[in-house]
Every structure is written in C-alpha cells, then in structure tokens.
C-alpha cells in the first residue's frame, strides 16, 4: 500500500471549516484513498473513500487532485466532538488480502 | 449500518491466564476480519486478518500460538490472548469488512482494553 504524509496536528475554530491534507505521491491506479478518524479510547470511524472523484457525505467532503497525489479532507462546520486523529490511508479496494495500514495521521483540535 | 461489537470492552486479568475477546458484525455479513492492537499514544498496528472458515494470516512478529483466532461464522471472529503477561496490556480493536452497495470498506469496533496484572 502506498504511503502517506499528514501534517503531525492542527487546530480549527468550531463552526470553521476543517481542512485536512494528505499527501500519496506514490498512489496506484487502483488504489483508494480512504479516511477514518479515532476518538480518544474508541475504535476508529469511518468517514468517506475515493478513488479520483471528489466525493461528499454527511459528514465530509473529500477532494482529490487530478494527478490523485494529494487529497484533501473537509470537515465543513467543525464542532468539539470533531476533536479527534484523522488517518489519511491508501489501499487496493479488493481482495481479502486488501486492508487498511494506519500511519500516525492529524490530530485534529476543536477549539471555542 | 455497518456497526461492529466488540465484547468485553473491558478486562482485568492475572498474569498467566487466557482473555478471549469478541467481535460481532451486527448488521451485515463479513468474510474478513483483522485484528489491530494499539499501545498508548500510538497508531494501530494491524496483528491478523482471518477470514471466514479458514487460519488466520498473521502480521510479522504476531506469535499466531499466543494471539489464537477462530473466525467460525460471516458475523464472528474471536480473538484469544493465551498466557497473557503484562506486557500484552494493550487496546484490542477489530475491524470487518463490508461488501454492501459493492463498496469494500472496513468498520471497526469500539476496542476493548486489556489490562494484565
């Protein structure tokens, strides 16, 4: 699986938007690019996947560049219970060999 | 959707003993399970994936005759530290993968917190 590199942590107003990057220069054609994030002393979320479209739920939106070397994701109105560690990870999407290797990600912090 | 259960999600246990572990797809079918393991302060580190009806396959450096894992049902898998010494005081955090809408993702559990005395 390709590597990725997050910036270490970041800080975000409440009610700001959140703009989390990930970068994945060595990704594969048939790589995805997949977010989770873990709350403190809790298993990892899910939040949303890609592969080269941008892609938008009710939790984020995903941006991916157009080389997908690097992807964005945004959380639009950042609130606490958004604190948490964002994992930015990429991965084949088949095959029962396929899984999710977690590098350190971004912690993210939710201030007032 | 997708939700992944995992029981107990807390245990205390005497040097020397057996823990097993749980972890129960609820809502869906999972042909693929794994394991991850989290020190504090640290990233997971993926121990095994098991699936269905077959040995598990281990990560390098996961002794398989400590960390036995029997995946015997499509919403089972069960993960058993044998002779658990201090040391494996950890967060246990297993993980299912879904096939539904010809997605593959994985949902993970919500962990459970092994303390060996």
Request: with cysteine.
């Amino acid at each position: 699986d390709a590597k990725t590199t997050q910036p270490t942590s970041m800080d975000c107003a409440e009610g700001r938007a959140a703009n989390l990057p990930c970068n994945h220069s060595t990704i594969s054609g048939n790589e995805y690019v997949y977010w989770y994030r873990q709350i403190h002393s809790q298993g990892p979320q899910y939040i949303i996947h890609g592969l080269k479209n941008n892609e938008t739920n009710e939790m984020a939106s995903l941006i991916i560049t157009e080389d997908r070397k690097s992807s964005t994701l945004i959380l639009p109105h950042a609130t606490l219970r958004d604190t948490a560690v964002y994992y930015c990870i990429v991965r084949y999407n088949t095959g029962t060999a396929s899984k999710l290797t977690f590098g350190t990600g971004t912690r993210l912090q939710v201030t007032l | 959707g997708a939700v992944v259960s995992q029981h107990p999600s807390w245990v205390i246990c005497k040097s020397g003993t057996s823990v097993k572990i749980e972890c129960r797809s609820l809502d869906f079918q999972a042909t693929t399970m794994f394991w991850y393991r989290q020190f504090p302060k640290q990233s997971l580190m993926l121990m095994a994936t098991s699936n269905e009806g077959s040995k598990a396959t281990y990560e390098q450096g996961v002794e398989k005759d400590k960390f036995l894992i029997n995946h015997a049902s499509l919403t089972l898998s069960t993960l058993t530290v044998t002779s658990a010494h201090p040391e494996d005081s950890s967060f246990y955090i297993c993980s299912a993968k879904s096939m539904e809408g010809g997605a593959d993702t994985q949902y993970f559990g919500p962990g459970t917190r092994l303390t060996v005395l």
